[in-house]
């Protein structure tokens, strides 16, 4: 568990982060310890609610199986989520994560999926049953779709093709121009809407740019309500590129892809990794087409976004950002010293 900073007299936040894949999981897993569930942990825990807002595209796998066959938002992403937010990480949470290895119908689907299905189908109504598998897993948070429409994504890549779903799209390894939803602007769920309007502090990333993060703002009234937001808004960068999708980006280049779909500038902070990655790994992952995120400073502040620049990762076989470490900036810097909207 990584340490507490030090209270210093704020009062607690109200965080919304938003993503979808490992990414926003990552990132949940982190902030939960720091989570008042009663008014009195608030003197010595800064975080008063956290809510999670989750792209809804996936369509591979056990999640893609289940929307095919019961017309279901995809449960992968929520259910990850709901696991990194469970109390704690025991029983309950090995279960839901608990993969079927065998059966003609039950091969690959994992046990949350399936009881995210089961519970949709009783209730009628997807965002009900992640609210009662929060309520089953004691989650520090609250976890919500970005809409319950039933959406697909679709990509127009460089070459002028278009490929529609989020698995086809990731696996072509060609360079996107840009994304939308299938249908367009579908509505949001209300309550994130409103959790966003609540805010005090706004993460989005990190996540896959075209398939996590974009996919959320397209959603109808999201990017808005964040750009109309009173909440400092903070954009987590990716470590590594992604082969074909983001090949070549910088991290000035993520944000310009993200202002271009939104329409409007959102961030007022950028977090950035500054640490060297291990030549043995930097090998593995150019052989696969991945490169570091170039942090281009002059090119962020142009755009209006501070930048944050820290030891951020973790190399255990793959590079990943370093949960502690990344959670222990945010608190320290958004909600300790209360960084605000950076000075022009």
Known sequence: MPARPQRVGTRPVRIVAVGGGTGLSTLLRGLKEHVARRPLDRVRLPIADLAAVVTVTDDGGSSGRLRRAYDILPPGDIRNCLVALSKDEALLSRLFQYRFPAGSGLRGHSFGNLFLAAMASVTGDFAEAVRFSGQVLAIRGRIFPSTTANVDLEAEMADGSVIRGETRIARSGRRIRRVRLVPRRPKPLPEVLEAIGAADLILVGPGSLYTSIIPNLLVAGVAEAIA?????????????????????????????????????????????????????????????????????????????????????????????????????????????????????
């Open 228 to 344: 109309r937001s009173r909440a400092t808004r903070v954009y987590i960068a990716n470590l590594m590129t992604q082969p074909g999708e983001t090949e070549g980006y910088t991290v000035a280049d993520h944000v310009r892809a993200i202002y271009d779909h939104a329409r409007r500038r959102l961030f007022d902070w950028v977090v950035v990794n500054r640490q060297s990655i291990s030549p043995r790994l930097l090998r593995r992952y150019r052989a696969q087409g991945a490169e570091p995120v170039r942090a281009d400073l002059e090119p962020l502040q142009r755009l209006g976004v501070g930048v944050i620049a820290d030891e951020l990762v973790e190399e255990d076989g793959v590079v990943r950002h370093n949960i502690a470490r990344l959670t222990r900036l945010l608190l320290e810097e958004f909600i300790l010293h209360r960084r605000t909207r950076p000075s022009r």
